[in-house]
Every structure is written in C-alpha cells, then in structure tokens.
C-alpha cells in the first residue's frame, strides 16, 4: 500500500492550494484520512482529518480557510488551502488508518509535499 501525495508548491499570502493523496496497492478499504504539516524545528502537528463517513475534524489554526474532503471511490484525499499565510508553511503529509483485512489495521504516510508561502 502506498500513499502518493502531490499539490505543493510555493504561493503568495492570500493564495490558494490544493493537496492530493491517492491511496494504491491491495487493501480491503480505507478508515480515517489526514493531513499533517510539520515546518522546521517544530513537531508534526494534525491539520485535519476526514472519517470514512465524511466527519471532519480541523486545527483551530486553518478552520474556516482549510477544507478537507474525500473521494472514496477514488481512494483519495483533499486538502483545499484558502487565505494561505507564511504561518502554514510546511511540509504536508497524508495519513490513512488502511483496514488491510476484516481484523487489521494500519497506519500510512505519503511522502510529503512541500507548501512555501512567501511573497
């Protein structure tokens, strides 16, 4: 199972962005999805996260200019950035609880994509 993730780049304050991760590989379906950001010298820290039913869960620092969303049938992941400030540069990284068989779970990370806000 891999996760891909893709989108990054650098924008100006203000600008938008948006994130992908697609899930591959063999697995019976896919649990909770996330995205976590982790800039220089600071821990990796949630942004948001989407259950399989479609709950959603965001940082007070990105809610109302964050969305996150899913696309089940695609195996895949979004993570629309609105109002971006050079606070949220980092790199980002896609998680997924991947339910590998009836009674076994695990936990994966894409490979990070990196969001530069600067002007």
């Known amino acids: 199972v891999q996760l891909q993730a893709s989108g990054g780049g650098l924008v100006r304050p203000g600008g938008s962005l948006r994130l992908s991760c697609a899930a591959s590989?063999?697995?019976?379906?896919?649990?909770?999805m996330g995205w976590y950001r982790q800039a220089p010298g600071k821990q990796r820290e949630l942004v948001a996260s989407?259950?399989?039913?479609?709950?959603?869960n965001y940082a007070d620092s990105v809610k109302g200019r964050f969305t996150i969303s899913r696309d089940n049938a695609e195996n895949t992941v979004y993570l629309q950035m609105n109002s971006l400030k050079p606070e949220d540069t980092a790199v980002y990284y896609c998680?997924?609880?991947?339910?590998?068989?009836?009674?076994?779970?695990?936990?994966?990370w894409g490979q990070g994509t990196q969001v530069t806000v600067s002007s």
């Open positions: 590989g063999i697995f019976f379906s896919i649990n909770a």
């Open positions: 989407i259950t399989s039913g479609g709950s959603t």
């Open positions: 998680n997924a609880d991947i339910q590998l068989a009836r009674w076994v779970s695990h936990d994966f």
